[in-house]
């Protein structure tokens, strides 16, 4: 039997650092990408808040330490990665600013580069 998946594509600076997590937080996220990609929520998927309907994190605790997969599903067919981050805010769980910065700087030009 088949089954009917979207396509997870990345952008290359996303795959970079995704490919800096340590081995079982990657073999973790990729399952859950897996998920997505079956089209169902994997239980540690949720709205980024800010950003609209369709962007979404991977919310990802490994051994003591935070890790992050943003992706997009509203942009294409695909389900794209765009940002990939250990978290490492003192602040509680809010997002550091210089991650949200570059989450907004890749959406747009994920956006003109499919446009």
């Given amino acids: 039997m088949s089954r009917n998946t979207r396509p997870i594509s990345w952008l290359k600076g ?4 995704f490919v800096d997590f340590p081995d079982g937080a990657q073999i973790d996220m990729a399952r859950a990408l897996t998920i997505l990609a079956e089209g ?17 994190e991977l919310a990802l605790r490994h051994r003591g330490d935070a890790f992050r997969v943003v992706y997009a599903l509203q942009i294409d067919t695909d389900i794209w990665v765009v940002h990939a981050f250990q978290k490492k805010s003192k ?7 210089q991650d949200i910065d570059l989450i907004h700087a890749r959406l747009k030009r ?3 580069m499919l446009t």
Avoid at 14 to 17: H, I, P
Avoid at 91 to 97: A, E, R, V
């Fill in 14 to 17: 996303a795959r970079k650092d």
């Fill in 40 to 56: 169902r929520m994997p239980d540690i998927g949720k709205a980024l808040a800010g950003f609209g309907s369709g962007v979404m």
């Fill in 110 to 112: 994920l956006r003109e």
């Fill in 91 to 97: 602040s509680g769980i809010k997002t550091p600013q």
